[in-house]
């Protein structure tokens, strides 16, 4: 059994200045940290950092971005295509925080643009029925919908985390298996028919519902400092819990996943906050449901 995750990779680099800028303003900044980040890329390294083999189809640039992608995918456990780049440059995500404590974030969308359906369906050639397919909300309605009809066609499970949102994803659901949702995307999107619903409601913690039960996972208590990609962490250790275990998401998988964004939050940045393979076989031992 495989995750196919088809999604976005980008850089995020994050930038320390002193105010944001106005209109024609030429400022100083300092650049404090660069990562990869991008909703796909985050959720496929949390998943085959949970011993499950995972296949993530995301674009890249052929530039020194592109190459760092490259670098840092390598110690992962995932395999990353297509190999060759669509594009000039990767998509990358500019990080201004001020001094103040605000932030603006200007985000590329060109690489995961230029993928498109016929682009990423040799990744998925050997995908067998019972295999997941897992998107967010990087793409158009249009390529998103097509993949999830392809996946629907050939057996797969589909998994849908529509982040960042947009209002026509919920044409949607008639597509989708498993849906993991914050409680904004909850409101806006009223996700309905899917067999497995999450809801995540932040330091709270999530709610599971399905046609049977509906049931509440309370948030790990933890000092927060940085909550960037808690949501992906709870996502790919909810549904690798359920997975490794031959179930459906459960209980138990919502327990899994909270301890493991427990420690997102715990720490600073995004990839480099997430639980490593030794935590998170650990945590996956667990068996407190
Ligand atoms: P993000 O976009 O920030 O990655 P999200 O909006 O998709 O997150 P949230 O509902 O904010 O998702 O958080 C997902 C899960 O992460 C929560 O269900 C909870 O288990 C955990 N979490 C988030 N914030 C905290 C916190 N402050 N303390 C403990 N756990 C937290």
Redesign the pocket.
């Known amino acids: 059994m495989r995750v196919y995750v088809a999604g976005n990779i980008v850089v995020d680099e994050t930038w320390s200045i002193n105010d944001l800028p106005q209109k024609g303003a030429s400022i100083h900044g300092v650049k404090t940290s660069q990562d990869i980040g991008g909703k796909g890329a985050n959720q496929a390294i949390v998943i085959s950092r949970c011993g499950i083999e995972t296949r993530l189809i995301a674009a890249t640039g052929n530039d020194s971005n592109g190459a760092f992608i490259r670098q840092q995918i390598a110690h992962e456990a995932l395999t990353l295509s297509p190999e060759s780049y669509l594009t000039t440059h990767s998509d990358t995500s500019i990080i201004l925080n001020s001094s103040d404590g605000d932030n603006a974030i200007i985000t590329t969308t060109a690489a995961a643009d230029a993928l498109t359906l016929e682009k990423m369906l040799p990744y998925l050639a050997d995908a067998q029925p019972g295999d997941i397919l897992l998107q967010q909300g990087n793409f158009s309605l249009e390529k998103t919908r097509a993949l999830f009809i392809w996946a629907k066609a050939n057996g797969l499970i589909t998994v849908f985390n529509p982040?960042p949102v947009n209002a026509d994803f919920a044409q949607l659901w008639p597509l989708i298996d498993i849906a993991v949702v914050?409680?904004l995307e909850a409101e806006l999107l009223r996700p309905a028919g899917v067999n497995h619903l999450v809801i995540?409601?932040?330091?709270q913690?999530?709610w599971l519902i399905t046609d049977h039960e509906k049931c509440f996972s309370p948030?790990?208590t933890?000092r927060?400092v940085d909550?960037?990609?808690?949501?992906?962490t709870?996502l790919g250790v909810m549904l690798a819990s359920a997975l490794l275990r031959g179930m459906p998401p459960d209980e138990l998988a919502l327990q899994h996943?909270?301890l493991a964004?427990?420690i997102t939050?715990s720490r600073v940045g995004t990839v480099n906050a997430f639980p490593t393979q030794q935590e998170l076989a650990a945590l996956l031992a667990t068996r407190s449901a």
């Not at 995540?200 to 330091?203: M, N, R």
């Not at 909550?227 to 992906?232: F, I, L, R, V, W």
């Open positions: 982040s914050n409680q995540t409601q932040g330091a913690g999530a948030a790990s933890v927060a909550s960037t990609g808690a949501g992906d709870f996943a909270s964004a427990a939050v």
